[in-house]
């Protein structure tokens, strides 16, 4: 069975950093691409970042460019998210989510940690 | 950036009623658009890539058709688990940024 389970999330003052974690087993995981998705509360769904199988091709939302870091570590069936100057802004639920194929869909996602940067 | 708009944002319904949502992009996005239904608390779950791909386990009741900047996500007869919010996804491969629809939620009448 595939399994995302996101770890890390918690209170941050602002300008602070957080490092996600995203679990992942039930799967080959070094044969997928990943991405992060985001959703503040009571609002909408918002694609962060992108990460190939091999870690060669990594893409960002423009609203977290510069500030957020995506990265995997094939041996340990992990994807992690690094995030620095933290805004009130990026106060959300964050998702890992496995591409299923080039441009088909994300067909499995986590359960969802939430970060909350506040003062 | 490609713009998805979708139509309408809250949508009103009975058991048995037959439910249209449409997706606009604002530029041409060939078939790379994803459906997805969330419900509260919950991670949003597929339900048609490739614009009309049903995916495995979703049942046949739903339906996705279009190309190029306008699709619609049909929901042929509406059952009481299928009250969620849906958000359309737009995968095409430049630029790589792939937004997604504001959602509309669909309530029971």
């Known amino acids: 069975e595939v399994q995302l389970v996101e770890s890390g999330g918690g209170l941050v003052q602002p300008g602070g950093s957080l490092r996600l974690s995203c679990a992942a087993s039930g799967f080959t995981f070094s044969s997928y691409s990943m991405n992060w998705v985001r959703q503040a509360p009571g609002k909408g769904l918002e694609w962060v970042s992108y990460i190939s199988s091999s870690s060669s091709t990594i893409y960002y939302a423009d609203s977290v460019k510069g500030r957020f870091t995506i990265s995997r570590d094939n041996a340990k069936n992990s994807l992690y998210l690094q ?29 969802g940690t939430l970060v909350t940067v506040s003062s | 950036d490609i713009q998805l708009t979708q139509s309408p944002s809250f949508l ?6 037959r439910v249209t949502i449409t997706c606009r992009a604002s530029q041409g996005i060939s078939s790379y658009l994803a459906w997805y239904q969330q419900k509260p608390g919950k991670a949003p779950k597929l339900l048609i890539y490739a ?59």
């Open chain 2, 51 to 109: 614009a009309s791909t049903l995916q495995s386990g979703v049942p046949s009741r739903f339906s996705g058709s279009g190309s190029g900047t306008e699709f619609t996500l049909t929901i042929s007869s509406l059952q009481p688990e299928d009250f969620a919010t849906y958000y359309c996804q737009q995968l095409n491969s430049y630029p790589r940024a792939w937004t997604f629809g504001q959602g509309t939620k669909v309530e029971i009448k």
């Open chain 1, 83 to 111: 995030m620095n100057s933290l805004r009130a802004e990026d106060t959300a639920v964050y998702y890992c989510a496995r591409l299923m194929a080039v441009a088909g869909g994300f067909d499995y996602w986590g359960q």
């Open chain 2, 12 to 17: 009103s319904a009975s058991v048995g009623d």
